[in-house]
């Protein structure tokens, strides 16, 4: 017999969900990983060397994740906000040790997401080894376009990925320059993390990332994957 549900002393948060194209049912969120330097691109406009280095992780709160279409509202304590593109990797199934070969079988599907980032705040965290969550992990810090499923599109390894800033192309990139391919990733997070049904994955940006200001209107893209627009405000 079930455990009735137990008594609250506050309200409890509610459920974190994406929604999934063409359907009503939604994708409910566990987790939010995201790679760092992930197009060799990339790592060398942010002064890195573009060796395939082993990959390394952060996380966003599920809480941060916003809406495809939501207003952008311009976080506090920055003059520095960063658009990110990036390739959004939902997962139906996790474990830990995932081999490589069996890590494709764990994806339900696809997004289109952006790991905005508080640049300034950033830097200053590299310079003094601290950790990264105030730049990374803010609210609406992660506008989401809608889950594709991979049953419908399969498994992306190369295709178009864009971001325009009110119609101007700003980072243009391809999903076959990812250093470290979506599988890869899978495996290496599972090492270090125990993956289940609803994590999130964002697989790191191609290069051209910039600051944005109140009033642009962000349109990324992702050939075969979807697309996804939000407006700072
Ligand atoms: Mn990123």
Redesign the pocket.
Same mark, same amino acid.
């Given at each position: 017999m079930k455990d009735p549900a137990p008594e609250l002393v506050i309200p409890a948060p509610g459920p974190v969900t994406l929604p999934v194209a063409g359907a009503t049912a939604r994708f409910p969120v566990h987790r939010v990983y995201?790679? +760092?330097r992930?197009y060799a691109a990339h790592a060398v406009e942010m002064g890195h060397d573009p060796d395939r280095d082993p990959p390394f992780f952060f996380q966003k709160n599920p809480s941060n994740l916003a809406s495809d279409g939501a207003d952008f509202p311009y976080p506090p304590m920055t003059g520095d906000v960063h658009h =990110?593109i =990036?390739l959004m990797v939902a997962l139906g199934a996790g474990g830990s040790d995932i081999p490589v070969e069996r890590a494709r079988d764990c994806v339900w599907g696809y997004g289109v997401g952006i790991?905005m #980032?508080r640049r300034d705040l950033q830097a200053e965290a590299k310079k003094l080894g601290r950790p990264w969550e105030s730049a990374?992990a803010f609210e609406h810090s992660a506008p989401c376009g809608p889950i594709i499923p991979a049953a419908e599109i399969g498994h992306p390894d190369e295709g178009a990925i864009w971001l325009k800033v009110d119609g101007a192309m700003r980072q243009e990139g391809d999903l076959a320059q990812l250093i470290w391919k979506v599988p890869e990733v899978i495996a290496e997070l599972s090492r270090l993390f125990e993956l289940r049904a609803g994590d999130i994955i964002?697989t +790191? #940006?191609p290069a051209g990332v910039g600051p944005v200001q109140r009033g642009e209107v962000l349109e990324g893209n992702i050939d075969g994957v979807g697309t996804l627009t939000t407006r700072v405000v």
């Open positions: 995201c790679v +760092g992930n =990110e =990036e790991d #980032t990374k964002m +790191g #940006t």
